[in-house]
């Protein structure tokens, strides 16, 4: 239909504010990735700001020469890999139960569970409770603790209750499914897009975490990526408030400004290049053809 001359106004007005915005959200990132293969010299003097000046790859040299960014990066998949993974198979496990209305007592467990977003042990009790359970400085501190989200449990009933059809479910019970085979052959196929948000948020989730392994793991060896881009950049800043007038010192700080870069780069570029092959999921039509007439 055609629009009024208020309503033109208003859309150019939308649209510009959302196009500030969006390069208000952009370009830090993009500063990061320009800077990264810039000369640390033209970066700390202010030079660079939307083009790459004196293109340098020192930061990335370096920090692939270091032995324990390999490590740290393999460790990060697997916990990624694993964690995800079990998050999956646990918030169908929760969700699918509590997402049917022939549940007897699904509320009294719905809030159980909410009960807990509230309520926690706190850190203490809980890394007490980790010690007690020999988890610490190990593999599956960085999974078990973590294994399910209460926020994602409660997506993912919603989704559950409110896009697959009651009627294709009972269709299913009639032909002599079980509850399970009506999970695998039903509702999971119908629930592409919620299951790859799910993947979406649990690996963002895991990649990112740095905290838990700060707390529970004592070993270089078990560090994540994570955890050593939060070295380089608190020694950076460590770097920035000492006398830099000797000339190696001033180098070795150019150096780590060119490092911390390139690992913040290094360190997102995974999750950026997944999110693309994930994003068709969050405007797909799930029902679509499934229920004729």
Not at 120 to 144: A, C, H, Q, R, T
Request: hydrophobic letters at 50%; glycine letters at 6%; a neutral charge.
């Amino acid at each position: 239909m055609p629009q009024s001359r208020s309503e033109r106004i208003a859309s150019v007005a939308i649209y510009c504010i959302l196009t500030v915005i969006t390069l208000l959200v952009l370009y830090p990132l993009y500063f990061v990735l320009i800077a990264s293969f810039s000369a640390p010299e033209t970066v700390m003097r202010g030079e660079v700001w939307l083009w790459p000046k004196e293109w340098s790859f020192v930061g990335y040299e370096r920090l692939f020469a270091n032995s324990e960014i390999g490590r740290g990066f393999l460790n990060t998949l697997l916990y990624t890999a694993a964690g995800t993974s079990l998050n999956l198979v646990m918030t169908i496990a929760a969700a699918y139960p509590l997402s049917r209305a022939d549940f007897t007592g699904r509320g009294v467990f719905t809030l159980i569970i909410v009960f807990t977003m509230f309520f926690s042990g706190g850190m203490i009790p809980n890394y007490l409770l980790i010690k007690e359970l020999g988890m610490l400085d190990s593999f599956w501190v960085m999974i078990i603790p973590t294994a399910v989200s209460v926020w994602n449990i409660l997506i993912m009933r919603t989704f559950f209750q409110s896009s697959i059809p009651k009627e294709l479910q009972e269709a299913a019970f009639i032909d002599g499914c079980s509850n399970m085979r009506v999970l695998l052959r039903i509702v999971l196929p119908l629930s592409g897009p919620i299951l790859a948000v799910m993947v979406l948020f649990y690996a963002v989730g895991h990649w990112n975490s740095y905290f838990n392994a700060m707390i529970y793991l004592s070993s270089r060896d078990n560090y994540p990526l994570q955890l050593f881009l939060r070295e380089i950049l608190v020694q950076g800043q460590m770097q920035e408030m000492v006398d830099i007038s000797d000339d190696s010192l001033a180098r070795s700080l150019m150096d780590a400004e060119a490092i911390k870069y390139a690992a913040v780069i290094v360190t997102n570029l995974p999750m950026l290049m997944l999110y693309p092959f994930l994003q068709k999921y969050f405007v797909k039509g799930v029902m679509i053809g499934s229920i004729k007439g």
